[in-house]
T-cell receptor, first 114, second 113 residues
């Protein structure tokens, strides 16, 4: 059982370049999330998708777009990368319903923008 | 303004002793609290959670305590082992919102043999 899979694991971009971070989960979860982790800042929510067909902004959405391709896949796009977007990006998913449940995270994408 | 605060960036404990990690929150609407553990170059992994209707939840060596009046929760690890060395994140969910988790900045635990 793979859980949450993120690709790529590492990426180096030049300022202004674009790229898409991919995320897929095989746990039949309905909600998916993108977080970024920066030193001393904890995990901050970029965008989330509460269910297939919906997406919403989180705490730090500027400079990003997302697509909930289907129930399994949720991608994060940087249209014009900036050095401030150098970070580790984590995708997560959970089953939201009548009961509370934890997030399950992927192993992250380490992005450097020069 | 930080809604979930972990005021200790780091903690060092001797193997076999108790580790106590603390977390404070400001939003009284939070009704679900979680602890995550993170090793370098890996994603956070879920450790233990507690609902606001309880004041204690235990899972093996890990116990989470919730003090709603003080808006404080803590994670106790007994006995601590070198493999527990990691960054620990506290998280909370607002029951009245979309239900997104708000994370603290983390505490780095070092367990020395």
């Amino acid at each position: 059982n793979a859980g949450v899979t993120q690709t790529p694991k590492f990426q180096v971009l030049k300022t202004g370049q674009s790229m898409t971070l991919q995320c897929a989960q095989d746990m039949n979860h309905n909600s998916m999330y993108w977080y970024r982790q920066d030193p001393g800042m904890g995990l901050r929510l970029i965008y989330y998708s509460a269910s297939e067909g919906t997406t919403d902004k989180g705490e730090v959405p500027n400079g990003y777009n997302v697509s909930r391709l289907n129930k399994r896949e949720f991608s994060l796009r940087l249209e014009s990368a900036a050095p401030s977007q150098t970070s580790v990006y984590f995708c997560a998913s959970r089953l939201r319903g009548a009961y509370k449940s934890p997030l399950h995270f992927g192993n992250g994408t380490r992005l450097t923008v020069t | 303004d930080q809604q979930v605060k972990q005021n200790s960036p780091s903690l060092s404990v001797q193997e076999g002793r108790i580790s106590i990690l603390n977390c404070d929150y400001t939003n009284s609407m939070f009704d679900y609290f979680l602890w995550y553990k993170k090793y370098p170059a890996e994603g956070p992994t879920f450790l233990i959670s507690i609902s606001s209707i309880k004041d204690k939840n235990e899972d093996g060596r890990f116990t989470v305590f919730l003090n709603k009046s003080a808006k404080h929760l803590s994670l106790h690890i007994v006995p601590s082992q070198p493999g527990d060395s990691a960054v620990y994140f506290c998280a909370a969910e607002d029951g009245g919102s979309q239900g997104n988790l708000i994370f603290g900045k983390g505490t780095k635990l070092s367990v020395k043999p």
